[in-house]
């Protein structure tokens, strides 16, 4: 008896001391508000993907916690906490973002292994922006093949200075942040109390200027938005990192090579020149970027191009795809463009065969069919997004199946599948993981309604008694 009351002793001590701190709508702002930087896990207590995680986000909480300075790692049940899910626009399951001071910094986009946040989380800790003590110390950071972003201040305080610094910390992995109240350094360099974006050596070239001092207003995002604008440029290099805000300008002029950035600056310059020479004199209505083919496989795929050919893309506001048939050089470019212009090109569209029979309980969508069988019919759609490697979507599809087989004879609403690892489909279909599905009601068709709830038949059934434009007619109730 003793052993089992000792052992109950043990595992009641376990579950009261893990690290993860739990956040609820009462003590989430003055909780996070204390720690300098947190990693917040919004989370569904049914969630497959959770359940994974929680081993890994528990271990990784007691090593940060003791990382100098500590990092708090917290959790949210996005189930019971629905109007921080709601706040935070948590979609999906799990969600982790990333806190500073209490204020959001971004999403979490590292590992999700326990040394993997360790390490991610580690560096998020760390300063966000360089302190530059020497002429020497801020000319090697000037020699980096990126762009830098340099603070130049007299003191280390002020209006401006608190901004860079809020901005530096938010966007660490942007962009390369130093700062520097070297005399020395702001004579040769800079000007007192200005931030400087520095175009790096490489990219230099007659079209665009190699400096760009900030003069506007002190705000923070007034800043960012300065150094966005200028480390794209009037032709981005596109990398991972600044993906996101190419993504935020379309539509997007983007030519893919087959030339590594550190590998081959040369090459990487040969042809950025040639898409500059063409930007200065047509001017497109469009953001303009390079990019190396290795760095973007998935955008390789998805257009079907072929390695070692350099190729213009358009990618516009609805994800639709304009692709090149001609091998770039500045002759193909300007004809491209020009046709983009007229409107004489036609979209490339990623797409599996269409079925040749579609008669099943689940209706088979593909790239070519998705307008007509989901966004034209004149009926409720229900449809899954899955991957033919998903584990869970292979757990579904069985549910899916009966869930049609039971909606068979209703001809107001259609069960859908289409397998979005090999088929375009619009850009409003926020689709991050496997399986994602939506439901559209049919006299609504431009803003899909994410479905969260429970992958069970009935969970479903439940779901669209309350939200199909009329009752749905199950066949086991006829």
Not at 232 to 257: C, S, W
């Amino acid at each position: 008896m003793e052993k089992i009351v000792l052992l109950l002793m043990v595992c009641v001590l376990g579950v009261q001391a893990s690290d993860v701190v739990d956040l609820t709508e009462s003590n989430f702002e003055s909780t996070l508000k204390g720690a300098d930087v947190a990693l917040v896990e919004f989370f569904a207590p049914w969630c497959g993907h959770c359940k994974k995680l929680t081993p890994e986000y528990e271990k990784a909480a007691t090593s940060l916690k003791k990382n100098t300075p500590p990092v708090m790692l917290a959790k949210v049940d996005a189930t019971v906490e629905s109007s921080l899910a709601s706040r935070f626009g948590v979609s999906g399951y799990p969600t982790l973002k990333i806190f500073r001071n209490g204020k959001e910094s971004g999403p979490y986009e590292g590992p999700r292994t326990a040394d993997g946040i360790v390490k991610f989380m580690a560096k998020q800790a760390s300063p966000a922006s360089r302190a530059l003590l020497s002429v020497s110390e801020t000319q090697k950071f000037l020699d980096a093949s990126d762009y830098s972003v340099i603070g130049f201040f007299d003191k280390e305080e002020g209006a401006l200075y608190d901004a860079f610094k809020a901005v530096a910390s938010a966007n660490r992995d942007d962009f390369r942040f130093a700062h520097t109240t070297d005399q020395a350094s702001i004579s040769k360099f800079g000007q007192a109390n200005t931030v400087i974006v520095f175009q790096p050596k490489v990219l230099h070239n007659k079209y665009e200027d190699k400096t760009h001092k900030y003069t506007g207003a002190t705000t923070e995002s007034a800043l960012k938005d300065f150094i966005v604008e200028k480390t794209l440029g009037l032709v981005a290099l596109m990398t991972v990192d600044n993906e996101k805000y190419l993504n935020n300008k379309r539509p997007t002029l983007i030519v893919f090579f087959d030339a590594d950035p550190v590998k081959n600056p040369s090459g990487v310059k040969y042809i950025r020149n040639r898409v500059l020479k063409v930007v200065a004199e047509q001017k497109p209505s469009l953001t303009v970027a390079v990019a190396n083919t290795a760095d973007f496989p998935s955008h390789i795929q998805s257009l079907a191009l072929k390695t070692g050919e350099a190729r213009a893309v358009i990618l516009d506001q609805d994800n639709k795809k304009f692709r090149s048939e001609e091998v770039f050089s500045v002759e193909t470019l300007q004809q491209y463009l020009s046709a983009y212009a007229s409107g004489s090109l036609q979209p490339y569209i990623k797409s599996e065969a269409v079925p040749s029979d579609n008669s099943g309980p689940v209706v088979t969508v593909v790239g070519k069919t998705f307008d007509d069988l989901v966004e034209n019919v004149d009926k409720d759609v229900f449809i899954e997004f899955y991957a033919p490697w998903c584990g869970h979507c292979k757990s579904l599809a069985p549910k899916w199946d009966e869930l049609g087989s039971k909606l068979s004879e209703d001809e107001n609403i259609v069960i859908a599948k289409i397998d979005a690892t090999a088929n375009d489909f619009p850009s409003k279909f926020g689709v991050r993981g496997f399986p994602t599905i939506y439901f559209l009601p049919k006299n609504d068709k431009s803003s899909p309604k994410k479905y969260e709830g429970p992958r069970e038949v009935d969970d479903f059934l439940k779901y669209l008694k309350s939200h199909a434009s009329s009752t749905p007619k199950v066949k086991d109730e006829l």
